[in-house]
C-alpha cells in the first residue's frame, strides 16, 4: 500500500486552520456600551459632590471619556482620562480641560490624580 502526500497542500492547509483557530483571539474586546455612559455619570457626580462644589457658582459638564480597565491589582479600576466643561457664569468663564483619575470597577470609588 502506497500513500501519497502533498506536502505543499498540506502545509496551507495547516497554515489556514492556525489562522482561523488564531484570528477571534488577536480580536479587540468591545467594552459594554454602558461602561462609558457610568464612568461620565460618576465623574460627574464626584466633581459635584460637597464640600468643594458650590452649584450657583460652577458648571460642570463631562463631555469624553477614554478609559482602560487595569485589573493587575487585586480590585480592578478604570483609569480615565475625561475631557470636561467648567463654566462660572458669573465671572464669564468657560473652559475645557482634561481631568484624570481612576474609578473602580463597581462605580463606587472615585480617585483623582490631576
Given at each position: 500500500m502506497i500513500v501519497s502526500f502533498n506536502i505543499a497542500a498540506m502545509r496551507n492547509a495547516i497554515a489556514i486552520g492556525c489562522i482561523c483557530l488564531l484570528t477571534p483571539s488577536c480580536l479587540r474586546k468591545a467594552p459594554p456600551a454602558d461602561v462609558p455612559t457610568k464612568l461620565k455619570t460618576t465623574w460627574l457626580s464626584f466633581l459635584e459632590k460637597p464640600p468643594k462644589f458650590d452649584s450657583s457658582h460652577v458648571r460642570f459638564d463631562v463631555k469624553d471619556v477614554v478609559f482602560f480597565r487595569d485589573s493587575t491589582v487585586d480590585t480592578a479600576y478604570y483609569l480615565?482620562?475625561?475631557?470636561?466643561?467648567?463654566?462660572?457664569?458669573?465671572?464669564?468663564?468657560?473652559?475645557?480641560?482634561?481631568?484624570?483619575?481612576?474609578?473602580?470597577k463597581d462605580f463606587t470609588i472615585v480617585h483623582r490624580k490631576y
Open positions: 480615565c482620562e475625561f475631557k470636561v466643561r467648567m463654566r462660572i457664569p458669573d465671572k464669564g468663564i468657560d473652559t475645557t480641560g482634561t481631568m484624570n483619575g481612576t474609578i473602580s
